[in-house]
């Protein structure tokens, strides 16, 4: 072989490695920015979501300091703050979704689900608030560490005295709904199928 085709074969394969490398090169680094993009973007819009949880927190939190509880025992229908109050879990609930992970959806969800089993707190409406005021300062802590990057905290001992109240509530009510419930006699069964 000539030595002129031997040189230009070579340099004609180093040229085909370079440009393979250098297209590899070009999209593992495109591929690495896209990635850490994304990563970005969901950073940011976790941030967002928490900061919307929290000001609905804060919000709710303003919100039962300035209720003055009626003194009646609950009427069926809600009183006025019942009604905001819920709109602002809704929105924390739904803020919550758009957080990557589940780690903080994990954590302040049970608290969020207990918040709206307010009813469950006591006879007065002195009771609803004093739980919910709890809760959402449950939330918010929890809340405010997962933003400052800090360990998210387990719920507070009064958060799970709550969650058991309000268990044992509900179970003695069951209890009792199935003591009330007649049995039916065998006259009285249906036997239309």
């Known amino acids: 072989m000539n030595a002129d085709i031997v040189t230009a074969l070579v340099g004609l394969g180093g040229a085909l490695v370079g ?5 590899g090169a070009a999209w593992l680094s495109q591929r690495h920015q896209a990635k850490l993009a994304e990563a970005t973007r969901l950073r ?3 941030q967002l979501a928490i900061d919307l949880a929290l000001s609905e927190l804060i919000k709710l939190n303003d ?5 003055t509880p009626p003194t009646d025992s609950p009427a069926i229908d809600p009183e006025p703050w019942e009604v905001q109050a819920k709109v602002h879990m809704r929105n924390v609930e739904l803020a919550l979704l758009r957080v990557p992970g589940r780690v903080v ?7 969020l689900e207990l918040a709206k089993e307010y009813r469950w707190a006591g006879p007065r409406h002195f009771h609803y608030i004093q739980m919910m005021r709890l809760l959402a300062g449950d939330m918010i802590t929890a809340l405010s560490a997962y933003t400052r990057g800090d360990t998210i905290p387990t719920p507070d001992r009064a958060v799970v005295q709550t969650r058991a109240l309000v268990e044992r509530r509900k179970a003695a009510r ?4 199935l003591m009330e419930e007649p049995a039916l006699d065998d006259e009285e069964e249906d036997t239309t199928m």
Not at 19 to 23: E, R, V, W
């Open 19 to 23: 440009a393979g490398a250098s297209i």
């Open 44 to 46: 940011d819009l976790g």
């Open 63 to 67: 919100l039962l300091d300035s209720t």
């Open 105 to 111: 959806y994990a954590r302040v969800l049970p608290t």
């Open 174 to 177: 069951v209890a009792a709904f």
